[in-house]
């Protein structure tokens, strides 16, 4: 499966911005999907994942409550929807997918054998 991610831009602090991966050569069916973010100087951080066939989980507190994942089968897609954002939410924002479906750790960016070419965004203050 290969897939790409879109929607992201510059947007000012407390806004929300949707982002999206969609897939392509295969359908997400039977696979999982994390979102995880980069910023300059710092580690790739685990965002939210959704298991096969559809548990969800979230990375670090902060970001809690502010980024949902949801996954559109007829649309092939998997949106990241981020709300009440902040300037320290600025990274390249990256999906990756994975067909493994026991022993997966959905926040161990190494579970994952498909990624996204990453979109920025940049949060104004």
């Known amino acids: 499966v290969q897939l790409q991610a879109f929607g992201g831009g510059l947007v000012q602090a407390g806004g929300s911005l949707t982002l999206s991966c969609v897939a392509s050569g295969s359908t997400f069916r039977g696979y999982s999907v994390g979102w995880f973010r980069q910023a300059p100087g710092k580690e790739r951080e685990f965002v939210v994942g959704i298991r096969w066939p559809g548990s969800t989980a979230t990375g670090a507190d902060s970001l809690k409550g502010r980024f949902t994942i949801s996954r559109d089968m007829a649309k092939n897609t998997v949106y990241l929807q981020m709300n009440s954002l902040k300037p320290e939410d600025t990274a390249v924002y990256y999906c990756?997918?994975?067909?493994?479906?026991?022993?997966?750790?959905?926040?161990?960016?190494?579970?994952?054998?498909?990624w996204g070419q990453g979109t920025l965004v940049t949060v104004s203050s």
């Open positions: 990756a997918a994975s067909s493994r479906v026991i022993y997966l750790m959905l926040g161990v960016p190494s579970s994952y054998a498909h």
